[in-house]
């Protein structure tokens, strides 16, 4: 039903910005909550950021609090996530999901669809 594409991932500095994005062509988008997750190498995938249908509530995982913000545009289709004073630990492939009426916002789990990642890598 829906299929996130994400974009906007590459390489940066440590301190440097990123804006990455996860689009869906379905209208129906609007009505799911989104999340943020990453994965490096050797690690499980976790949790970074989620965002509710509407854009009302956030939720942000302790290690990115302060420095990442997560919004949405319904109107697009649209989910973004803006990443400032990126660290080397921020480097992984950020997968963007959805998921209708989750159960829990800050587990993978949780989430129905998924896009295929897009690699941000932070130099040191």
């Known amino acids: 039903q829906v299929q996130p594409v994400e974009s906007g991932g590459g390489l940066v500095q440590a301190g440097g910005s990123l804006r990455l994005s996860c689009a869906a062509s379905?209208?129906?988008?609007?009505?799911?909550?989104s999340g943020w997750f990453r994965q490096a190498p050797g690690k499980e995938r976790e949790f970074v950021a989620a965002?509710?249908?509407?854009?009302?509530?956030?939720y942000y995982s302790d290690s990115v609090k302060g420095r990442f913000t997560i919004s949405r545009d319904n109107v697009k289709n649209t989910v973004a996530l803006q990443m400032n004073s990126l660290k080397f630990e921020d480097t992984a492939v950020y997968y963007c999901?959805?998921?209708?009426?989750?159960?829990?916002?800050?587990?993978?789990?949780?989430?129905?669809?998924w896009g295929q990642g897009t690699q941000v890598t932070v130099s040191s």
């Open positions: 999901a959805a998921s209708f009426g989750p159960k829990n916002f800050t587990i993978a789990a949780a989430y129905d669809y």
């Open positions: 379905s209208r129906t988008f609007r009505s799911y909550a």
């Open positions: 965002i509710n249908w509407s854009g009302g509530s956030t």
